[in-house]
């Protein structure tokens, strides 16, 4: 497998890396440029809508081409890479439409359907291709498609339509399942499989998506955090249920790592487009139930065996709730009504986190409750704490998200096909403890609740 990724990054993702590379230097040197405004506008073809509908046949040109060397010479490995290319290609265009649009006025209305529709006709074949090779189950494809047209025909029949965090996440999941689907196709055995069919999984997380993005249409937009803090609540049931009813702490981390996900972004609903009365309260009640309550049971779970196991996991349960309370009243008395850049102590869900892959992890076990420990005490210290999902991750370049979650895909892949979870665990400690260190805000004065 190393062998076959390391051919992989070779010869797939660095070509497109250095495509996706020209691609952004060359409509910075237009954006620039002080004739490149009227230049572009000028060009028909460099109209969004233009590159949008060149997309449409696209997918069906670049499965024909992967699969033509079935019988056309100099053999697979070339037409392989062939299609491979000409899907990257016009994926890379998918963000070089969106840019144009914004950067040079030309947004248009009808745009708003051209472009979802194209990204469609672009993915679809792909899928089914590899379905009809049975690498990913087919029933999961059709559920997809009618959840993904059922969103895109239903802009034409509702006027308040939703935001697009679900349909970019739903486009990127899917390009990840194709691009495990491409290594595994092109560089490993023929007949291989995962001993985790992870492409499926990606694909089942693609569908779940595109039926969130339909759903999020019928919603009045001051639902939108409400409906994000509802089901960040059932990720925390969920994990309880896997803990104490199966037997699965991982996956019960798993879940409070999809709740984490959602709270990343009900904050910016609310500010974007309102919340209910109670609104705030509901988002508490999910955040103590999935970081709070879910983890604490999973730090029981796994030192029940210890006299210190109990009084730990009540130490991360209650600190997560005083966090809690003590956000909403501070932010009352300062009398903020919108969401904040900087914490005041360690946000609950960088806790969760610790806290909960320190529970998994094969190391000492003075060590772990350390960890817990620590973590516990910065939650209800005043250290101040810059805002993941407000001010960090929108500064982060998009090339680089793209980075590191492929990144952490592949991870995942290789942890669950070597069987060895721990990959996982210390891979999400790194990245939690990162934050814990690198998300100081030391220049100030003072934090926001």
């Not at 062939?82 to 030309?106: N, V």
């Not at 879910?294 to 196991?309: D, E, H, M, N, R």
Request: aromatic fraction near 16%.
């Amino acid at each position: 497998m190393i062998e076959a990724l390391t051919q992989f990054l070779i010869w797939t993702v660095v070509p497109v890396f250095l495509m996706f590379m020209a691609e952004r230097a060359s409509l910075r040197f237009l954006i620039r440029a002080p004739w490149g405004k009227a230049w572009v506008r000028s060009q028909p073809w460099m109209h969004p809508n233009f590159i949008s509908r060149c997309r449409y046949p696209m997918g069906l040109v670049s499965v024909a081409v992967y699969h033509a060397g079935a019988w056309l010479e100099p053999g697979p490995w070339f037409w392989h890479h062939a299609g491979t290319y000409i899907f990257a290609f016009w994926i890379i265009t998918d963000i070089t439409d969106g840019t144009i649009a914004r950067h040079f006025d030309l947004h248009t209305e009808s745009g708003e359907s051209i472009d979802p529709l194209s990204d469609k006709l672009l993915l679809f074949p792909p899928l089914f291709y590899f379905g009809w090779l049975d690498l990913i189950p087919m029933w999961i494809i059709w559920v997809f498609l009618v959840f993904d047209l059922m969103g895109q025909f239903s802009r034409y029949f509702i006027r308040n339509k939703a935001a697009n965090l679900f349909g970019k996440a739903k486009t990127f999941l899917t390009v990840i399942t194709i691009v495990i689907l491409t290594w595994q196709v092109s560089y490993l055995d023929a007949g291989y499989r995962f001993g985790v069919p992870v492409s499926s999984l990606t694909l089942y997380g693609a569908t779940a998506l595109a039926f969130c993005s339909m759903f999020f249409k019928l919603v009045p937009n001051y639902w939108y955090a409400n409906v994000l803090s509802i089901l960040n609540f059932l990720c925390g049931i969920a994990g309880i249920v896997l803990i104490l009813g199966y037997n699965k702490p991982g996956l019960g981390l798993t879940a409070v790592f999809f709740g984490q996900f959602l709270d990343l972004f009900d904050g910016r609903a609310a500010d974007k487009w309102g919340s209910t009365p109670r609104g705030e309260l509901l988002d508490d009640l999910a955040d103590g139930t999935s970081f709070g309550g879910t983890v604490a049971i999973l730090i029981w779970y796994k030192f029940q065996a210890s006299s210190l196991g109990l009084p730990l996991a009540l130490l991360h349960f209650t600190c997560t709730v005083y966090r809690l309370w003590r956000f909403l009243k501070d932010k009352k008395n300062a009398g903020v009504t919108t969401g904040v850049s900087v914490f005041s102590g360690l946000p609950s869900p960088a806790a969760a986190l610790l806290a909960g892959t320190a529970s998994l992890l094969s190391a000492p076990e003075e060590a772990r409750m350390g960890l817990i420990l620590v973590s516990s005490i910065l939650m209800i210290s005043k250290l101040p704490y810059i805002h993941f999902g407000r001010v960090i991750l929108p500064a982060i370049p998009k090339l680089i998200k793209a980075i590191v979650l492929t990144l952490m895909v592949l991870a995942l892949l290789i942890g669950f096909q070597t069987r060895n979870d721990q990959v996982l665990y210390w891979s999400v400690l790194l990245c939690a403890t990162a934050y814990m260190g690198l998300g100081l805000r030391f220049k100030t004065k003072t934090a926001s609740p």
